[in-house]
């Protein structure tokens, strides 16, 4: 009896060793497949990472665009009232009172959508220099005028929350 249990001790214990080595086949045929699920788990991370970064680059440039935007609406209206005050400018010299009617009505309303965005237009004439708010473009000498009296503006300027954000350009009487 000894005997038979021996036996069976044996049996049981190749039983076990057969099971064990193809339960290690199993799995050494499963490493296979682990590699690959590897290799495209790292392939899918390094997309995902080149995808995260394209988007902050994104994120990047649209603040940077959003920081920027009041700046581009600043500049339009500005260009806006420079194109009406050369026509208004231009309406002056000319001899017919509905032109210059007609622009200094553009102008006033040029100067209004100005002031929607926070603008205030430097374009005064007859008032004296102010290297602040006014540059010099070309100077005059003329009699019975005040010495540093802006004579003629040329071209407009800008303050903007009460920050010269571009100068205005005018002639002025130097003695």
């Known amino acids: 009896m000894l005997w038979k249990r021996k036996e069976k001790v044996q049996e049981a214990e190749q039983v076990n060793k057969q099971e064990i080595d193809q339960s290690s086949l199993d799995s050494l045929a499963l490493i296979p497949q682990i590699l690959d699920a590897l290799t495209k788990i790292e392939k899918t991370q390094k997309e995902t990472s080149l995808q995260l970064e394209d988007l902050d ?26 194109v009406v005050y050369e ?6 010299d000319c001899s017919s009172l509905d032109l210059d009617n007609q622009a200094k009505m553009m102008f006033n309303r040029s ?3 100005a002031q929607a965005y926070g603008l205030e237009i430097i374009h005064e004439e007859t008032v004296l220099f102010n290297e602040m708010l006014y540059t010099a473009k070309e ?14 503006v040329l071209k407009c300027g800008y303050l903007h929350e009460n920050k010269v954000i571009k100068k205005a350009t005018a002639v002025v009487n130097k003695k």
């Open 57 to 82: 680059e994104l994120l990047q440039e649209s603040k940077e665009v959003q920081e920027k935007s009041p700046m581009i609406d600043l500049d339009c209206a500005m260009l806006l009232c420079d």
């Open 111 to 113: 100067k209004k959508i």
């Open 87 to 92: 026509f208004y400018d231009f309406a002056r």
């Open 139 to 152: 100077t005059v000498n003329l009699d019975g005028v005040l010495d540093l009296l802006i004579v003629k």
